[in-house]
């Protein structure tokens, strides 16, 4: 049954508390702006042709009626910037952290994609390597997703000095090797729970090696440096997000002296070295490899991916995201920072 309501003779009540059965819906009264009523009283509803949306009269002006549609699933993954490495006999750089799951998303809201690059490498002892930046995705609806930078590598130590221990991040970074003798640890840098994992100590007993620590990685932790060989880097973790496995996020190698150096995890880590280490990777989020007897390598900048059912793809993007298909998926993959609007 349709019930209509014929307002042209005065104003029609229907009483408070009252039930309207069926499955169907209300049509609510429309027109332009001009059409608006001219006394209208503190409640009243309709939906306004020209600004193509509800409002209603507050008892002082007539102000807009939220009517945000239904969000959809999508995808993501965001790993961050890469720690740089050390300087001389160092440690390597720890991974960007890496996250993926699912969220949602509102049609015609703008979320903004950020990707963080990765830090530089340390060209004195006196510092450690450079924190990665970080990578995000924020926007209307969801706790802004952050994954942190790797952090940066510890330079070798002719001193007790904290530059020598890796740095915290997404992954941690490697400690940097000893040069003065003893028991004297050069811890690694912690990883962020959900992330990444630790960077690996460097070397501590003697004074002829000088090894320093792998960079953790996302799928494991640095490797440790001994008399024999610096630490590697941690390996990172693998996603198909894109339509086929890729490894991201992996630690930088520890740099040596005279024993070997530590080789990059999978994932972009790069490698150590007993002269300069080698950057990560780029776009993987991979640590810098820690250095011999020079600079350490940079980390490499990180990557945000989004995936969403085709039938939900606006087309609407900044940041020139390389989009591809995957079946019924649309598959946008930022390599520098952007938006997408649902």
């Known amino acids: ?99 993926t799951t699912t969220t949602s998303m509102y049609p015609a809201s703008v979320y903004t994609i950020t990707v963080g690059g990765g830090g530089a490498g340390a060209t004195s002892k006196t510092v450690r390597g450079t924190t990665g930046s970080n990578s995000s995705i924020a926007g209307y609806g969801i706790a802004t997703i952050t994954s942190s930078g790797g952090g940066g590598g510890g330079s070798g130590i002719d001193a007790v000095s904290t530059v020598a221990d890796g740095g915290p991040g997404g992954s941690g970074g490697g400690g940097g090797g000893n040069a003065i003798g003893g028991t004297v640890v050069t811890s690694g840098g912690a990883g962020t729970s959900g992330q990444g994992n630790a960077g690996g100590t460097g070397e501590t007993n003697s004074s002829s090696y000088r090894s320093g620590g792998g960079g953790g990685g996302a799928g494991a932790a640095g490797g440790n440096g001994s008399a024999s060989a610096a630490g590697n880097g941690g390996n990172g973790s693998a996603s198909s997000i894109t339509g086929s496995s890729v490894t991201y996020a ?29 950057n990560g990777t780029v776009n993987l989020g991979g640590g810098g490899g820690g250095s011999g007897n020079n600079n350490g390598g940079s980390g490499s900048s990180g990557v945000v991916v989004l995936k969403l059912l085709t039938s939900n793809y606006s087309g609407t993007t900044t940041g020139s995201p390389t989009v591809t298909t995957d079946g019924s998926y649309t598959i946008l993959q930022y390599t520098s920072s952007g938006t997408y609007t649902a």
């Open 1 to 99: 049954m349709t019930a209509n309501i014929d307002g042209t003779t005065g104003i029609d009540k229907v009483q408070d508390n009252a039930t309207v059965s069926g499955t169907g819906g209300f049509t609510f009264p429309s027109g332009t702006t001009a059409q608006r009523p001219v006394s209208p009283t503190t409640g009243v509803i309709r939906y306004n042709t020209d600004e193509s949306t509800f409002e209603t009269y507050d008892g002082t002006t007539w102000v807009t009626v939220d009517t945000q549609s239904y969000p959809y699933d999508v995808e993501y993954l965001s790993v961050a910037g890469g720690g740089g490495g050390g300087s001389t006999y160092s440690g390597g750089g720890g991974a960007g952290g890496f996250l």
């Open 250 to 278: 992996g630690g930088g190698g520890g740099g040596a002296v005279v024993s070997t150096a530590g080789s990059g995890g999978t994932g972009g880590g790069g490698n150590g070295s007993t002269t300069t280490g080698s």
